[in-house]
């Protein structure tokens, strides 16, 4: 089975630009949730989405938002980019009923 | 507040000898754990994980222990190679049965030395 992918791996972007990521999980997962890693802060969950439909969110502003299209693909949004944004984004899917959450390669987002 | 804490930022292990990772929880929401393996640029690999019903786990070279009563858990790597050099993380998962909200610990570095 293919695992999670994730594009772009990298990007750049300058301060107050908008800038959307995409991740297709591995076939048949329904869970998609997305995590930033940072230096400082570590990992930390964006929001999860099953069926289409935000399931659980973490503490992070309302400039970052998600979708999920009826395939599972999901695409996670940044708006107004700050420099504090510059990070690691993970995406990982899971399978029903299972717990183990599966993560892709992750997107490079620099904004400068 | 950090509710889940690695406080060893990095390890040292002969290749060979066992390498031993502590994680600690302070939510006692949390019922499932999972251990994760990131090298750098990558995304986390998962390695094995436990449900609070256990209190132990094992996977080939790798087995976690789980103390609910001290909310503490560890990853045992035995014996450890020096591919297994890498930053681990534990992560717990909150007790409601949808829950995929993953909260992480700050990891450990593991360096084996050949």
């Known amino acids: 089975k293919a695992g999670v992918t994730q594009t772009p791996r990298y990007l750049i972007k300058t301060r107050g630009q908008q800038v959307t990521l995409s991740c297709s999980p591995i076939?048949?997962?329904?869970?998609v949730s997305w995590y930033q890693q940072t230096p400082g802060q570590g990992l930390q969950f964006l929001f999860e989405y099953f069926s289409e439909t935000q399931r659980n969110k973490g503490n992070f502003p309302g400039r970052f938002s998600g979708r999920q299209f009826s395939n599972s693909r999901s695409e996670m949004n940044v708006s107004t980019l700050e420099l504090g944004d510059s990070a690691l984004y993970l995406c990982?899917?899971?399978?029903?009923?299972?717990?183990?959450?599966?993560f892709g390669p992750g997107t490079r987002l620099t904004v400068t | 507040d950090q509710q889940v804490k690695q406080n060893s930022p990095s390890l040292s292990v002969q290749e060979g000898r066992i390498s031993i990772l502590n994680c600690d929880y302070t939510n006692s929401m949390f019922d499932y754990f999972l251990w994760y393996k990131k090298y750098p640029a990558e995304g986390p690999t998962f390695l094995i994980s436990i449900s609070s019903i256990k209190d132990k786990n094992e996977d080939g070279r790798f087995t976690v222990f789980l103390n609910k009563s001290a909310k503490h858990l560890s990853l045992h790597i035995v014996p450890s190679q020096p591919g297994d050099s890498a930053v681990y993380f534990c992560a717990a998962l909150p007790s409601f049965s949808s829950a995929r909200q993953l909260t992480f610990g700050s990891g450990t570095q593991l360096t084996v030395l050949p």
């Open positions: 076939s048949g997962h329904r869970s």
């Open positions: 990982a899917s899971s399978a029903d009923r299972l717990k183990e959450q599966y």
